[in-house]
């Protein structure tokens, strides 16, 4: 997973809470992905952002802001945290048709 | 929409041979793509096979791609328990966003 790095790792939050996940890869590429994971439902697109300045709903957005402020970062911030956004968040970039994952964060929400 | 979907767990011997079975919806998927996920790890991507192939082979690995039924099936050889993980099937998606999309995951678990 060299290239994407996703902090934190972990995080337990209360509902309500706010907070930002910040992914950055080294990589250059142009394309960058939230994804969440949760059991036996595979990963689902939450927002992407194919170009610097740029950024597109996924699957599932509700909940969720993200901010492309340059083409190294991309982070997605929870606004006000509900136990539904309990999950693992995996940030990817994607270069020459494949997708590099960071190692995930997971998150708690009380 | 698109939607690919995949059995949850599969569970083989150590030494037998594993085939893990997906189905998709979009037809117009120029890339099908297998990944794996261990543990606590992100996705790494495993193999993936262009549309217009019937059949990859890396190593252990072979792929099979029946494009008429939208099926794809992983076949590891000599499974390992190394090989223990979350295996993922994706398709890209038809407009040139680059996005995935993925199925469930299926769970293999190698018994030694």
């Known amino acids: 997973n060299a290239g994407v790095t996703q902090t934190p790792k972990f995080q337990v939050l209360k509902t309500g809470q706010s907070m930002t996940l910040q992914c950055a890869q080294d990589m250059n590429h142009n394309s960058m992905y939230w994804y969440r994971q949760d059991p036996g439902m595979g990963l689902r697109l939450i927002y992407y952002?194919?170009?610097?300045?740029?950024?597109d709903k996924g699957e599932v957005p509700n909940g969720y802001n993200v901010s492309r402020l340059n083409k190294r970062e991309f982070s997605l911030r929870l606004e006000s945290a509900a136990p539904s956004q309990t999950s693992v968040y995996f940030c990817?970039?994607?270069?020459?048709?494949?997708?590099?994952f960071g190692e995930g964060s997971r998150l708690t929400v009380l | 929409g698109e939607d690919v979907e995949q059995s949850l767990f599969l569970s083989v011997r150590e030494g037998d041979s594993s085939v893990i079975n997906c189905t998709y919806t979009?037809?117009?998927?120029?890339?099908l793509y297998w990944y794996k996920q261990e543990p606590g790890a992100g996705l790494q991507l495993l193999t993936y096979?262009?549309?217009?192939?019937d059949m990859k082979q890396d190593q252990r690995l072979t792929v099979l791609l029946n494009k008429k039924d939208k099926h794809l099936s992983l076949r590891i050889a000599d499974t390992q328990t190394g090989d223990s993980a979350i295996y993922f099937c994706a398709e890209s998606e038809a407009s040139n966003t680059g996005k995935l999309i993925f199925g469930q995951g299926t769970t293999l678990q190698v018994k030694p």
């Open positions: 979009d037809s117009s998927s120029t890339y």
């Open positions: 096979i262009f549309s217009n192939m």
């Open positions: 952002s194919a170009s610097e300045g740029t950024t």
């Open positions: 990817a970039a994607r270069a020459d048709g494949e997708l590099f």
